[in-house]
């Protein structure tokens, strides 16, 4: 028994033997000395993330196909680009716009400047700038007939709406003729024909070949102006005069219409002369 007792003291005495500790000159202990290399490391991996960022194809837009890192900011979770992204948004927007013009201007919502500058007939810095900066106030687009007044018009109205989708939604075409005759085929007792107050609210009407109707059937071509002009919103028209023709054009109108109609599509616009 005197050896399992001796045995068992030196077990005792290894186990609670304490090897000496190094005394601790640095307060946070090892965390203070290694926080210089963590911070470098992390700067290291912050610069190495966004370079990643600018090359990483691990996430391709899926419009355009062009590679988005997906562990950027430039998709906001989702799978588009956010150049994709504002041009699905303006695609959509420009919908109802599209649907109120008729098949044979189509071609003028996407035209090109050098498809406008051969179907118009006025200068090209005209299209240019009608493309890239469309105004909001009233335009008078004179010339002849096949002088591209239209085709300029619709180029120029979808351009608008693109420029600022979200608060231009709903700018509208409507063919004088249209407006003419909408109160007339509107059921009575059924309030405001639908077209007539689409034209009342829209944030730009572009009112085609104006005086060519009839007759202002009701009143609708002149209710619509007025309302416009009270709620100072652009209008856009079109009128299928020889250019330099004003006054043949307000004499023509005025007796169509009223005095106070002419000064209406005339004040605080411009006026788009083609056919020289």
Request: charged share 25%; with cysteine; aromatic share 6%.
């Amino acid at each position: 028994m005197g050896k399992l007792a001796a045995r068992s003291e030196e077990l005792r005495r290894q186990m609670a033997y304490e090897q000496p500790r190094p005394a601790q000159d640095n307060p946070m202990g090892w965390i203070g000395d290694a926080a210089p290399a963590l911070i470098a490391r992390f700067r290291a991996e912050e610069q190495a993330a966004r370079e990643h960022a600018a090359s990483c194809t691990a996430r391709p837009c899926e419009r355009c196909e062009k590679y988005v890192c997906k562990c950027g900011v430039d998709v906001d979770g989702a799978m588009q680009c956010r150049e994709c992204s504002a041009a699905e948004w303006a695609a959509e927007a420009i919908k109802p716009t599209v649907a109120s013009i008729p098949p044979r201007f189509s071609w003028a919502v996407n035209a090109t400047r050098e498809l406008l500058e051969r179907r118009v007939k006025g200068p090209a810095t005209l299209v240019i700038r009608g493309l890239s900066a469309p105004p909001t106030t009233n335009l008078l687009f004179t010339g002849p007939t096949g002088s591209g007044k239209t085709s300029l018009a619709v180029a120029m109205l979808c351009a608008w709406v693109r420029a600022e989708p979200t608060p231009r939604r709903g700018a509208l075409f409507v063919e004088a003729s249209w407006l003419s005759r909408a109160r007339a085929r509107h059921k009575l007792g059924q309030g405001e024909a639908e077209l007539v107050e689409q034209c009342f609210a829209a944030p730009l009407l572009l009112l085609d070949d104006l005086g060519q109707e009839r007759e202002d059937r009701d009143g609708c071509i002149t209710d619509v102006v007025y309302k416009r002009s009270a709620l100072d919103l652009p209008t856009w028209v079109t009128c299928g005069l020889a250019g330099g023709d004003l006054a043949t054009f307000a004499d023509h109108l005025s007796r169509r219409y009223d005095g106070g109609f002419v000064r209406r599509i005339l004040e605080s616009g411009k006026r788009v002369e083609l056919g020289k």
